[in-house]
């Protein structure tokens, strides 16, 4: 726990209770001394029987050493919960020796009849009083009747979500925008205020001409601009796409995919990087670190992560973009780019994640490209599972790059595969398995380092946007 400046010091009641809920320790700095103290007593000769004489009591003092961090106890200590059943008459019956398995058991230990016990999920994760602070109740004038239930009326969020004005399309609806929404212009005048941003706004046109769909992450591996501004600036000139074939994609005013088979080389596929012990290798086993895991959750007792820090709109007025602040070690130019890997798939390299979104074009293998362009010319329907390519073809793909991953893994770790065998002609059904969103981008094994980030566009651009 020393170890780590974020984890808090438990105490536990009962240690050897498997349900015995710990108290926390904040951890605070402090400038102390710790002393050991000695007290020699000596008895004095008595000479008279009936006289008491005190022991004479000395002290000896030393320092130890200098103490610069302490935990203290300041919250309360939680609900503990027992593993009791309360029968009829009231009496408690302990259940540990019924519940518990100390040793192997044969199988009348699994049958026996028990009492329903449940134990709870979770515990509190506060440990000091709060106020609540509850709204004392309206008074309405006389005649005043409460409107139905809806779902306007119904407590939400603590504060409404920034709006970026961003337009939303489904795979079904008929029209696509051709303009942004006034707002969203009057959003990007307001945060446009100096020559870098015009500059920045010209490189975004220019790359929705040269191509009209765009992820959020290729975006931002080609050009320089701060996440904030880019918030902004998309919705100025391009909608996004919630269902279909180009999900989570950016597509630019008045060009409508659906209508074009040569969109199909801009589609997405969802690709995960598969693990398991059927292909010879298990998650840990991967030098490819997934986001984040709820295996990790390890709340209430670590200490609360600094927030980050907020950018105002006046903070991106005083050319908080791609110039940023002085004293950076990446110039300008590139100071805000992300490597090509963020949204480039290419043989013999590993995706920085688990989970990467991909277009179809970026896919720099030419046998994926042969899978991909199988009906040019003669693709007839738009569909919302496979847009304008042939069915399956997003599975064929998945199993395709999951064989050149495997073969990446098996040549930088050949001990994980010594004692695996692989099928006769190298096609290995592979189970369709998600390594999404576990644990941050730290701990980076062996040499591999992935990219200067990366988001789930599919689970967050859209909240960044509502």
């Excluded at 974020?6 to 002393?35: G, I, Q």
């Excluded at 212009?185 to 010209?202: A, G, L, M, R, Y």
Aim: glycine share 4%.
């Amino acid at each position: 726990i020393y170890a780590d400046p974020a984890k808090r010091l438990e105490l536990y009641f009962r240690p050897k209770d498997p349900y015995c809920h710990p108290v926390c320790a904040n951890r605070f700095p402090t400038s102390t001394m710790l002393l050991r103290v000695t007290r020699r007593s000596r008895k004095k000769q008595q000479l008279d029987p009936e006289e008491q004489i005190q022991p004479e009591v000395q002290f000896e003092m030393e320092i130890l050493g200098i103490v610069t961090t302490v935990y203290k106890f300041q919250g309360m200590s939680d609900f503990q919960y027992l593993a009791m059943h309360s029968g009829p008459d009231g009496k408690q019956t302990s259940m540990y020796d019924k519940v518990l398995m100390l040793k192997p058991e044969k199988e009348e230990f699994f049958n026996k009849d028990l009492p329903l016990y449940i134990p709870p999920p979770i515990f509190s994760r506060l440990d000091t009083p709060v106020d609540y602070f509850y709204r004392p109740d309206i008074q309405h004038r006389s005649g005043y009747n409460n409107p139905q239930v809806s779902g306007e009326n119904l407590i939400g969020l603590s504060r409404a979500r920034r709006p970026h004005n961003a337009i939303f399309v489904n795979f079904d609806d008929e029209e696509i925008p051709t303009k942004p929404l006034d707002a969203a212009v009057q959003n990007w005048k307001k945060v446009c205020t100096n020559p870098v941003d015009k500059k920045v706004e010209e490189e975004l046109r220019k790359l929705f001409e040269v191509r009209p769909v765009w992820s959020r992450n290729a975006v931002k591996a080609n050009i320089s601009v701060h996440p904030d501004k880019l918030k902004v600036l998309l919705p100025y000139l391009a909608y996004y796409m919630l269902t279909g074939p180009w999900r989570s994609l950016w597509v630019r005013f008045g060009y409508d995919p659906r209508k074009h088979p040569e969109a199909k080389i801009y589609q997405v596929l969802d690709f995960r990087i598969r693990c398991g012990m059927k292909y010879g290798y298990a998650a840990t086993d991967m030098p490819v670190k997934a986001k984040r895991s709820t295996y990790n959750y390890s709340l209430p007792i670590t200490v609360k992560k600094q927030g980050s820090h907020t950018v105002s709109v006046h903070d991106l007025k005083q050319g908080l973009g791609s110039a940023g602040t002085s004293g950076a070690k990446k110039p300008p130019s590139s100071r805000y780019k992300l490597k090509e890997s963020v949204y480039i798939f290419r043989e013999g390299a590993l995706p920085p994640y688990r989970q990467m979104f991909y277009q179809l074009c970026d896919l720099n293998v030419e046998s994926l490209q042969k899978i991909i362009h199988r009906n040019d010319g003669t693709e007839s329907e738009c569909t919302e599972r496979d847009g304008w390519c042939l069915a399956k073809t997003s599975d064929d793909l998945r199993d395709s790059m999951s064989l050149m991953i495997k073969q990446i893994i098996r040549s930088t770790r050949p001990a994980l595969f010594s004692n695996t065998t692989s099928s006769e002609d190298g096609k290995e059904q592979l189970a369709y398995e998600s390594g999404e969103d576990e644990d941050d981008e730290e701990e980076e094994e062996e040499d591999f380092k992935p990219s200067d980030g990366s988001e789930n566009e599919m689970e967050t651009e859209i909240l960044d946007y509502v």
